[in-house]
T-cell receptor, first 114, second 111 residues
Framework: DSGVTQTPKHLITATGQRVTLRCSPRSGDLSVYWYQQSLDQGLQFLIQYYNGEERAKGNILERFSAQQFPDLHSELNLSSLELGDSALYFC?????????????FGEGSRLTVL | GENVEQHPSTLSVQEGDSAVIKCTYSDSASNYFPWYKQELGKRPQLIIDIRSNVGEKKDQRIAVTLNKTAKHFSLHITETQPEDSAVYFC??????????FGTGTSLTVIP
């Protein structure tokens, strides 16, 4: 158990719909990252938050948005879903401070768009 | 920004042989280089990491080497076992910044 909690674990929805994925980082970790992993693909970086502020942005579609709340949990919103959005979405957290720390991944949310 | 390249994309070895995966990076500011193992359908998990002030680190059958001058780092797995079969990702980052991942290496250990 990495200490990073993601919900839901599985989600099946239809094209055009909107979903929200939730992530609770490890206790004490201020930085949250979202990654998308399509079948047999690598880890595509979407976005990073640090203590509530957006820190870095990757190849995140305009249909996707995210935020980090004061209690440090984060949500990834995916709207106008397309078949190609089907993927495993990972949230990860890390300690950001004097030294860069390990990135801890959650179990992922598997999204299937039909 | 940083660019991490990883080779090979697939690797098959006989059980007991060694496996080597190589990564290069472009940003000299990167100072932390972790390696993650991802089994099918599971989350990536850290197996070993190295910081820029160290040239080599070992943990039982796994070792990582770093050449800052050439900007490359490598993962070495000795005496491979079937349970080592997985996808391995290298990454590079600097303090407070995003982690840049390689494209992954699918390792198959043949019994």
């Amino acid at each position: 158990d990495s200490g990073v909690t993601q919900t839901p674990k599985h989600l099946i929805t239809a094209t055009g719909q909107r979903v929200t994925l939730r992530c609770s980082p490890r206790s004490g970790d201020l930085s949250v990252y979202w990654y998308q992993q399509s079948l047999d693909q690598g880890l595509q970086f979407l976005i990073q938050y640090y203590n509530g502020e957006e820190r870095a942005k990757g190849n995140i579609l305009e249909r996707f948005s995210a935020q980090q709340f004061p209690d440090l949990h984060s949500e990834l919103n995916l709207s106008s879903l397309e078949l190609g959005d089907s993927a495993l979405y990972f949230c990860a957290s890390s300690v950001v401070g004097v030294g860069t720390g390990e990135l801890f991944f959650g179990e992922g949310s598997r999204l299937t768009v039909l | 920004g940083e660019n991490v390249e990883q080779h090979p994309s697939t690797l098959s070895v006989q059980e007991g042989d060694s496996a080597v995966i190589k990564c290069t990076y472009s940003d000299s500011a990167s100072n932390y280089f972790p390696w993650y193992k991802q089994e099918l359908g599971k989350r990536p998990q850290l197996i070993i990491d190295i910081r820029s002030n160290v040239g080599e680190k070992k943990d039982q059958r796994i070792a990582v080497t770093l050449n800052k001058t050439a900007k490359h780092f490598s993962l070495h797995i000795t005496e491979t076992q079937p349970e080592d079969s997985a996808v391995y990702f290298c990454a590079a980052t600097s303090t407070g910044n995003q982690f840049y991942f390689g494209t992954g290496t699918s390792l198959t250990v043949i019994p």
